[in-house]
């Protein structure tokens, strides 16, 4: 089954730990994103990646990397400069079709807290 | 710069009852328009879009959003809801992709709470 998966589901972390969430695709999309979600926020856009190699910063990218060496994979770490990190992290990918709509679709999420 | 407005936190109703959903939405250019579910601890399921023509989408499972252009709205309607439909609802907007790259700016989500 295509999809997308990320590890773990519940990751808990102590304060001033840098953690890396996972985050694989075998749905073949060129994009992948990265959102937090927080209770009565909705979704923000940490960090996105079009294609292998190159990723930009989202609207809230302060105290989080990325990387994407491979087209499957785009794991984001949370830093301990991220100031609130408890939150639940959503991954998403998508065709990147010019002038067209690209359906981004999600993973489970992975919900982190900072003890 | 776009926003969405989902003004309902959370919206509670007895099973069986018709339910609507509030999304206004802010933007200079012409939009896509998204209703998106997430249940519990889960990721988000695309529920219904609207990309062009026809100004009311529907769902397979009974949902139905309109498109009002003059009153920037798209909200979300279902004539009687299941115990199922117990979740949390996000309305979404995007630009007419010039690139390969769509934005989704996000609501805040409004919980529908379906009761026996």
């Known amino acids: 089954d295509g999809g997308i998966t990320q590890s773990p589901k519940y990751l808990f972390r102590k304060e001033g730990q840098n953690v890396t969430l996972s985050c694989e695709q075998n749905?073949?999309?060129?994009?992948m994103y990265w959102y937090r979600q927080d209770p009565g926020q909705g979704l923000r856009l940490i960090y996105y990646?079009?294609?292998?190699?190159?990723?930009q910063k989202g609207d809230i990218a302060e105290g989080y990397s990325v990387s994407r060496e491979k087209k499957e994979s785009f794991p984001l770490t949370v830093t301990s400069a991220q100031k609130n990190p408890t939150a639940f992290y959503l991954c998403a990918s998508s065709t990147v079709w010019q002038g067209a709509y690209n359906e981004q679709f999600f993973g489970p999420g992975t919900r982190l807290t900072v003890l | 710069a776009q926003s969405v407005t989902q003004l309902d936190s959370q919206v509670p109703v007895f099973e069986e009852a018709p339910v609507e959903l509030r999304c206004n939405y802010s933007?200079?250019?012409?939009?896509?328009l998204f209703w998106y579910v997430q249940y519990p601890n889960q990721g988000l399921q695309l529920l219904l879009k609207?990309?062009?023509?026809?100004?009311l989408v529907e769902s397979i499972n009974g949902f139905e959003a309109e498109f009002n252009k003059s009153q920037t709205s798209f909200h979300l309607r279902k004539p009687s809801v299941h115990i199922s439909d117990t979740a949390e609802y996000f309305c979404a907007v995007s630009d007419l992709p010039n690139t390969g790259f769509q934005k989704l700016v996000f609501g805040t989500g409004t919980r529908l709470l379906v009761s026996p």
């Open positions: 990646s079009q294609i292998v190699n190159d990723f």
């Open positions: 933007s200079s250019v012409s939009v896509y």
């Open positions: 609207y990309l062009s023509g026809s100004t």
């Open positions: 749905l073949n999309h060129d994009a």
